[in-house]
């Protein structure tokens, strides 16, 4: 490999490592059942923090629950991975790349 793209080599890298530590701290979030079960997540796809409404919970209706939070975590995913496509996309010039797309 030539000096040059050597460079551009690292410092496509060190975009990437800027790009992923912002991804890290970036937060996202999504709910579900008119805001009753409340999901975050970073942008690295890592649940911070899921808040469920006292008013949903239900021992008889568990069911329900469960797809409110099944709900609102794939939702919050979808953010999560929106917003790291969006970051990443510029430095990869569209391609995709696993684990950085």
């Known amino acids: 490999m ?4 050597m ?3 690292q ?5 990437l490592l ?3 530590e912002e991804l890290a701290s970036l937060t ?5 059942g008119g805001g009753a079960v409340k999901v975050t997540m970073n942008g690295q796809q890592q649940i911070q923090s899921v808040k469920i409404s ?13 797809d409110l939070v099944l709900t609102a975590v794939k939702e ?14 510029g430095l990869t010039g569209g391609l995709k790349i696993p684990g950085l797309t």
Not at 11 to 15: G, N, Y
């Open 28 to 32: 996202v979030e999504a709910s579900s």
């Open 76 to 89: 919050a995913q979808a953010a999560a991975q929106e917003a790291a496509a969006k970051k990443m996309g």
């Open 2 to 5: 030539n000096r040059f793209m």
């Open 54 to 66: 006292p008013d949903v919970v239900n021992k008889e209706d568990v069911q329900m629950l469960e």
């Open 7 to 9: 460079q551009q080599a």
């Open 18 to 20: 800027k790009a992923q």
């Open 11 to 15: 410092k496509l890298q060190a975009q």
